[in-house]
């Protein structure tokens, strides 16, 4: 079991940057993927990013390649997700989620948030124009 609280959220300016960071508790942290996924009202949930167990390992979708960056910290159970040079469209409802894959170092990096097990709550990102 594995609980999960995003935060960082908030209001920026088109060009700026926040970083999303996702707290997670339960054991053996490590052997879970985690992804960044976000949603529009009427629109389903989009992946972001994820990232294996060791952090060796990352994944972007194309929109956000250059611009965003995951990263884990599997001393303190966290993961980040900075985002930088922001857009009007990355406007979202912005999840943390966590997939077991048994593995640190191998297992699949998946795009498809039905993979998931456990999500957070979602935090609200908003960039003005």
């Known amino acids: 079991q594995v609980q999960l609280v995003e935060s960082g959220g908030g209001l920026v300016q088109a060009g700026g940057s926040l970083s999303l960071s996702c707290a997670a508790s339960g054991r053996n942290f490590r052997y879970y993927a985690m992804g960044w996924f976000r949603r529009t009202p009427g629109k389903e949930r989009e992946f972001v990013a994820a990232?294996?167990?060791?952090?060796?390992?990352?994944s972007y979708i194309d929109s956000v390649k250059g611009r965003f960056t995951i990263s884990r910290d599997n001393a303190k159970n966290t993961v980040t997700l900075q985002m930088n040079s922001l857009k009007p469209e990355d406007t979202a409802e912005y999840f943390c989620?966590?997939?077991?894959?048994?593995?640190?170092?191998?297992?699949?990096?998946?795009?498809?948030?039905?993979?998931?097990?456990?999500w957070g709550q979602g935090t609200q990102v908003t960039v003005s124009s």
């Open positions: 990232i294996s167990g060791s952090g060796g390992r990352t």
């Open positions: 989620a966590a997939r077991w894959t048994g593995a640190v170092i191998t297992g699949t990096l998946s795009a498809t948030w039905t993979d998931y097990t456990y």
